[in-house]
């Protein structure tokens, strides 16, 4: 259930401008008397701009990046040309300058934007000054779609072309001029912003090479999310890309999400066989402790909901988890979530789960997770951790936000409160995990990712009430935070982070 309408207002008005500049290159190009290089450069911004669209949303998500990966450039291209269009058109006055500029210095910033974009992408980084315009148009968009926008495909300003010769009709003087004032907003917007991009991407310099509290007695595990959010049997393919973090960090503990579809005694059958090797190292005789989220989606969750009791059952007959999650959400909302769930919603789920739990499989622990940790994430949190309480595992995730590292400090500090609070009231007793920490790597870039992790790394580490963090996302699956990059490219929190996990342990034994 969609309650909120701006994100589908963005995307209605990205799909207005867009059809705005087909509409025109084809209008133009029938103008015999127009200069035969401005033909052909608004005709290719016409035939490439969707295609371009489309290669740049397809290459956010790692499904979608297989195909198209070989011509990510075909974004930044686009752009660039657009602004060759506006540039010409200004050049030889087939455009007013009153209308021009104003489109001309959208289209520059817009192809700074772009080339960010394919730098980030490719390598990982971008200069400092287009990085910062990339966070800023994530801010501006984030003003529609909320923190979505820092890590979805979806995120994008649609360039405009010039207008070439006088309207001839009302209704498109009208619509020029309401393209004017929102290129003028916009780039206003995206210059306000810039400044606080560059301060965002420098926030994490404190924190690149922030080291762990040794823990020798064994009692802080550090996991990591393993597989997409499994809507059915687990893909081999992924299968095999992911056992990569299992060599890299050598984990103690493993989450993995099921959506509703994925909790069919076919899809448990196959997915307890893919962990079978893992659940004890014969080197070691470590066991790995498995832990089990079930997917929030975006329908809006009901009170009661039978049919989630009834996979938390399926779950617990079939993979035997250490933890049960009855219902974790995305740690960063998604572009057109749902109504995020009541505090009678969480009380009335976990009380169930617990039930359920006693009866298919007492020893394993009823968790919760914290993911906006909003007013709601604080009441259900003061009731999980009272005394009596059903829940016997605490959580909360990490993820920066617009302002870069502060975001993880504030949330980091509000769990921390949280804690205090329920232990001067008698409760906060139970374990307590970070369930998933993880980083912007494309809005940032990678070097932030590391740092934003190592960050809830060492935090979680120097706090004894803390038992386990782990790192996710393990690929970009659904859009840009994982530890590998939709093109296949390992990003670098992977091998540094994994050093220091394997440290850890090392220092433990």
């Keep these: 259930m969609w309650t909120d309408p701006l994100p589908l207002v963005v995307i209605g008005i990205a799909a207005a401008v867009l059809v705005w500049d087909v509409t025109l290159a084809g209008w133009i190009t029938t103008r015999r008397?127009?200069?035969?290089?401005?033909?052909?450069?608004?005709?290719?911004?016409?035939?490439?701009?969707?295609?371009?669209?489309?290669?740049?949303?397809?290459?956010?998500?790692?499904?979608?990046?297989?195909?198209?990966?070989?011509?990510?450039?075909?974004?930044?291209?686009?752009?660039?040309?657009?602004?060759?269009?506006?540039?010409?058109?200004?050049?030889?006055?087939?455009?007013?300058?009153?209308?021009?500029?104003?489109?001309l210095l959208y289209d520059l910033l817009l192809a700074a934007v772009a080339i960010g974009d394919y730098l980030v992408s490719q390598h990982g980084a971008a200069p400092l000054a287009l990085q910062a315009a990339v966070s800023?148009?994530?801010?501006?968009?984030?003003?529609?779609?909320?923190?979505?926008?820092?890590?979805?495909?979806?995120?994008?300003?649609?360039?405009?072309?010039?207008?070439?010769?006088?309207?001839?009709?009302?209704?498109?003087?009208?619509?020029?001029?309401?393209?004017?004032?929102?290129?003028?907003?916009?780039?206003?917007l995206l210059a306000m912003e810039w400044p606080r991009g560059v301060a965002a991407v420098r926030s994490y310099d404190v924190a690149m090479a922030e080291p762990m509290q040794?823990?020798?007695?064994?009692?802080?595990?550090?996991?990591?999310?393993?597989?997409?959010?499994?809507?059915?049997?687990?893909?081999?393919r992924t299968v095999r890309a992911d056992t990569m973090l299992f060599s890299a960090f050598a984990p103690d503990v493993v989450l993995l999400v099921l959506d509703t579809e994925g909790t069919t005694p076919a899809a448990l059958d196959s997915l307890a066989r893919v962990l079978a090797p893992w659940r004890v190292d014969s080197a070691s005789?470590?066991?790995?402790?498995?832990?089990?989220?079930?997917?929030?989606?975006?329908?809006?969750?009901?009170?009661?909901?039978?049919?989630?009791?009834?996979?938390?059952?399926?779950?617990?007959?079939?993979?035997?988890?250490?933890?049960?999650?009855?219902?974790?959400?995305?740690?960063?909302?998604?572009?057109?979530?749902?109504?995020?769930?009541?505090l009678a919603w969480w009380q009335t789920t976990l009380l169930e789960t617990a039930r359920e739990v006693r009866r298919v499989r007492p020893r394993t622990q009823v968790g919760w997770s914290a993911a906006r940790l909003d007013a709601t994430?604080?009441?259900?949190?003061?009731?999980?951790?009272?005394?009596?309480?059903?829940?016997?595992?605490?959580?909360?995730?990490?993820?920066?936000?617009?302002?870069?590292?502060?975001?993880?400090?504030?949330?980091?500090?509000?769990?921390?409160?949280?804690?205090?609070?329920?232990?001067?009231?008698?409760?906060?007793?139970?374990?307590?995990?970070?369930?998933?920490?993880?980083?912007?790597?494309?809005?940032h870039g990678d070097a932030a990712q590391?740092?934003?992790?190592?960050?809830?790394?060492?935090?979680?580490?120097?706090?004894?009430?803390?038992?386990?963090?782990i790192v996710g996302e393990p690929a970009d699956y659904e859009g840009w935070v994982g530890l590998r990059a939709s093109n296949g490219r390992i990003r670098s929190a992977m091998t540094a982070l994994g050093?220091?996990?394997?440290?850890?342990?090392?220092?433990r034994r």
Excluded: N
């Design 136 to 188: 800023a148009r994530d801010v501006i968009v984030g003003m529609g779609v909320g923190r979505a926008a820092l890590l979805s495909p979806l995120t994008m300003l649609v360039p405009m072309l010039a207008p070439a010769y006088p309207a001839r009709w009302r209704i498109s003087g009208a619509v020029r001029a309401v393209l004017v004032l929102a290129a003028t907003a916009l780039t206003t």
């Design 450 to 469: 590391v740092a934003a992790i190592r960050r809830s790394l060492a935090w979680a580490s120097r706090r004894e009430w803390i038992g386990a963090a």
């Design 33 to 103: 008397e127009a200069p035969r290089l401005f033909t052909q450069l608004t005709a290719f911004c016409g035939l490439l701009v969707i295609p371009a669209l489309v290669v740049s949303v397809a290459s956010g998500t790692e499904s979608g990046a297989r195909t198209i990966s070989g011509i990510t450039w075909l974004q930044p291209l686009v752009a660039v040309t657009f602004v060759l269009q506006v540039l010409y058109a200004v050049g030889v006055r087939l455009v007013s300058p009153v209308v021009g500029i104003p489109i």
């Design 214 to 236: 040794a823990r020798p007695r064994g009692d802080f595990l550090i996991g990591v999310r393993f597989l997409p959010v499994l809507d059915g049997v687990p893909l081999a």
């Design 285 to 342: 005789g470590d066991t790995l402790r498995v832990a089990i989220g079930l997917h929030i989606g975006r329908r809006t969750p009901l009170a009661g909901d039978a049919a989630r009791v009834r996979a938390v059952g399926r779950v617990l007959e079939r993979l035997k988890p250490d933890v049960i999650f009855p219902a974790l959400p995305d740690p960063v909302p998604s572009w057109l979530g749902g109504t995020p769930p009541s």
């Design 499 to 507: 050093l220091a996990s394997r440290r850890m342990r090392e220092v």
């Design 377 to 443: 994430d604080s009441a259900v949190y003061a009731w999980a951790a009272a005394p009596g309480s059903p829940v016997t595992l605490l959580g909360a995730a990490a993820f920066p936000g617009f302002s870069g590292l502060p975001a993880v400090d504030a949330r980091l500090r509000a769990f921390e409160r949280w804690h205090a609070q329920a232990l001067a009231a008698g409760g906060g007793q139970q374990t307590h995990w970070l369930t998933t920490v993880g980083g912007l790597p494309h809005a």
